[in-house]
Every structure is written in C-alpha cells, then in structure tokens.
C-alpha cells in the first residue's frame, strides 16, 4: 500500500474512532438525567428577586473574634489563588461588627482542549457575618462576563441561571444555553461553603 492509499484509509477510520471514543467517554442518558436532579429546581435560590446562596458554618466553641480571624484569613487567601482575577480583593473588613465582605473575580471552565477554551468570568459578592459558635456565609450579587475575546456578553444570575432562566419550560432538565452555567456555579457554591466549613473545624 503507498503512502496515497495509507491516508486516505486513515482519514475513513478517523469516523469511526471518534464515534467508538465518544461513546466510550459519554456518560449514558439515564445516569446523566439522574445526576442533574441537584441543579433543578430550587437548587438556585432567590431573595426578593435576587439569586443568593446562603449557609450557616457550625464553628463549636469559637468566639465571633476568633471565627472573624480565621473566615478574614481564608477569605483573603481566596482573592490570590490561580483563577482569581486582580479585581479579587476584600472590601470591608469589619471586627467591631464581626462582617466581611469580599468582592471575586474568576474564571469558570465549561471546557478545555487543544481546540476549545469555553470560559467565562463569574463574579460575586462573599458576604460573612460571624457569632459566637457559627457564622452566616452568603454568595450574592452574582454576574458572568462572557465570550470576552469575540463577542463579549454580561448575564445577571436572575436572568440567567434562575430556575425561569436555567431550566427547560418542564424544569426537567437544564437549559440547553445557560444551564451549563448554573451547574458550574452551584458546583463553585458547593466547593466554597465546603471548603470554609472545613477550615472551621480546623
């Protein structure tokens, strides 16, 4: 077989790879429809209209001063992480009133080959209110800088990621557009309270 030969039968393999590897690394319909069932609805809770994720971090033992110390410091650690933006930074820093606010800029991957980086930027509020033995953690004011590099566009998470906006008329599934937003975001929401709650215990 010469070389002509040798590629054009690669080239009428290629489909067949593909499909084989598609079908291989997919998760099938069923086990996806059952791992969406958290980003439905009620999953992206709103407050007067506005989109706002809130927890209660349980700290035993730990007075507001102390919970204040340890949510400032991991809040500030957070603004100087690798996906975080110069924007991140926090803005008041409150000990009389035991209240910190963060303002974040960073990036969330929808995907990312040798052919495609689908990003966009999410920004949001961090809002923590501390007390003795617990402290109120809230994730606010969220918006998503997107296609900066083509054809930039801002969404406001009501009218984005809501369950109007990021689900399909039924709520049965996600939107087709802006529910792989709302995934990666209650994904991000998920991965923070997690991880300050974490740091609490410590």
Known sequence: MNMKHLLITLLMLLPMAATAQNNA?????????AN???????????VDGHVLFETTLKAPGKTADEIYD?????????TKTSNQMEQSHV???????????ANYQEWLVFKNT???????RLIYHLVADCRDGEATLKMMRIYFFYDEERNPTTYKAEE????????????TKLARVSGKFRRKTIDRKDYLFEKFQ?????
Do not use: C
Not at 70 to 78: A, H, I, K, N
Not at 91 to 101: C, L, R, Y
Not at 160 to 171: A, E, M, P, S
């Open 25 to 33: 690394w997919e998760k099938p319909a069923s086990e996806t429809a």
């Open 36 to 46: 969406d069932q958290k980003y439905l609805a009620g999953a992206v809770p709103e």
């Open 70 to 78: 340890r949510l400032l410091d991991l809040m500030t650690q957070l």
């Open 91 to 101: 803005a008041v820093a409150d000990k009389e009133k035991h209240q910190i606010i």
């Open 114 to 120: 040798a052919l495609v980086l689908d990003r966009t």
């Open 160 to 171: 984005w990621i809501n369950d109007k906006y990021g689900l399909n008329k039924k709520k």
């Open 198 to 202: 974490e740091f609490l215990n410590q």
